[in-house]
């Protein structure tokens, strides 16, 4: 159904910019003890602790409020691969709101971008005015209620997953891993930046979660037969998140790769005018 393909798009942008960690619902803070700061912690040789250094990367990532996004996750479905990309702008001022484009390919999907506005209770959506039914209106307007049950979840699924997404939330959930360790210096983009990896158990991760999403993705665990995820990050010389590569193995392995840019930068999540929308029926 077509409703439940956009349910699941504007899932994966979500997931996409938050990973599995998108619904955390503790303070904001790393897990793991001790405190934040820019210069962190030294061994004997002078480098840096991992934890501290993710620590620091989380509070300076988390403090700018907006970035540009750029990424893609492919996942295997019916022995099909599907991808999704989404380009654009994220405001997390007050739980993330964005405005995107969201390609979906493979599935049946038409492979063609849409514009989406995610705000605080919708996502509207740049369908076309030339769409059957549109009388000329070309946004279609996507309640979180809606699509919440629409994916299985109470009404307030999506709400507490954006209330809580941001770029900061990989990291975090990297340090409550236990397992973070430092790559090295890679070049990212023309940035340099240093790589950091480990691997997240299903436990770890539904630990971190809404009831709802945590029982959803467990379900999915049980399909695919994973019982971790590796995640990576990189983190420029500022302490900012600039990329996050997050794999999942299993009968259906999903592979998801992001690149983050512009901290700061200005973002319009302004809703398009009534007199260009429509309300999708049930929503």
């Keep these: 159904m077509r409703s439940t393909r956009i349910a699941a798009a504007v ?17 904001g803070k790393a897990s793991g003890g001790g405190s934040s700061s820019a210069g962190g912690s030294s061994d004997a040789g002078g480098k840096q602790d ?13 403090g700018k409020k907006t970035a540009k996004i750029d990424g893609s996750t492919t996942l295997t479905l019916a022995g099909k691969q599907v991808k999704q990309s989404t380009k654009g702008g994220l405001d997390w001022t007050q739980g993330m709101q964005m405005n995107v484009a969201n390609t979906m390919e493979g599935g049946g999907s038409p492979g063609k971008p849409i514009k989406a506005i995610y705000t605080k209770d ?31 979840g109470s009404g307030t699924l999506f709400q507490d997953a954006l209330q809580n997404a941001n770029p900061s939330q990989p990291i975090e959930l990297l340090v409550a891993s236990g397992s973070a360790k430092a790559v090295g ?9 240093t790589h950091y990896t480990g691997t997240v158990t299903t436990d770890q991760l539904s630990g971190k979660l809404s009831k709802d999403l945590r029982d959803m993705i467990r379900k999915q665990f049980a399909k695919t037969g994973a019982k971790s995820e590796q995640l990576d990050v990189w983190i420029d010389s500022d302490n900012l998140l600039v990329k996050k590569v997050e794999k999942l193995g299993g009968k259906q392995p999903t592979d998801s790769t992001v690149f983050f840019s512009d901290y700061g930068t200005k973002v319009d ?12 029926p049930g929503a």
Excluded: F, H
Excluded at 11 to 27: M, P, R, Y
Excluded at 50 to 62: G, H, I, M, N, R
Excluded at 124 to 145: H, I, L, Q, S
């Design 269 to 280: 999540v302004t809703p398009p005018p009534a007199s260009q929308t429509r309300t999708a």
């Design 122 to 152: 919708a996502v509207y959506m740049d369908m076309g005015a030339a769409m059957p039914g549109a009388g000329g209106k070309p946004w279609m307007k996507y309640t979180y209620t809606a699509l919440s049950k629409q994916m299985g």
């Design 185 to 193: 210096k890679e070049d990212v983009n023309g940035v340099q930046a």
């Design 50 to 62: 991992p934890v501290d250094a993710l620590k620091a990367a989380q509070e300076a990532t988390s």
């Design 11 to 27: 899932a994966g942008a979500v997931i996409l910019v938050g990973g599995l960690s998108a619904c955390n619902k503790d303070d």
